[in-house]
């Protein structure tokens, strides 16, 4: 098979090829931006660690656990993983399942405590 190129320099070769061979590198985003959100993912994991530390129990910890857990792995999707640069299409064709799971599996622990109390209710009343 032979190879095809264009050449953006041939005269033949369309004038809008010329800059985007100028830009094939991709763009560069400033050093300031990647520090900051290293900031914030350091004071993020230091609330997560004062969690523990003030010994907090019960929901409060769970949810603080989880929504330190969940604002951490945002800023690494969206700033490492270039994901707030990239059309919305594909983020909503990665981001979307993932948040459908965390839906689906809210309402298996709604369902299973109304199972659980059914179950409590049914065998205690033939006791």
Known sequence: MAEVTLDATHPAAPAAHAPAALHAEGHQHPIKLYLVVWGWLFVLSTCSYLVDYFNLQGHLRWSLI???MVLKAGLIVAF????????????YAILLPPLLLLVFV??????????????????????
């Open 106 to 127: 809210g309402i298996m622990v709604f369902e299973s405590d109304y199972t659980l109390l059914s179950r409590v209710i049914f065998f205690k009343a033939g006791v």
């Open 80 to 91: 490492f993983m270039h994901m707030a640069w990239e059309r919305l299409a594909l983020a």
């Open 66 to 68: 989880v929504l330190f």
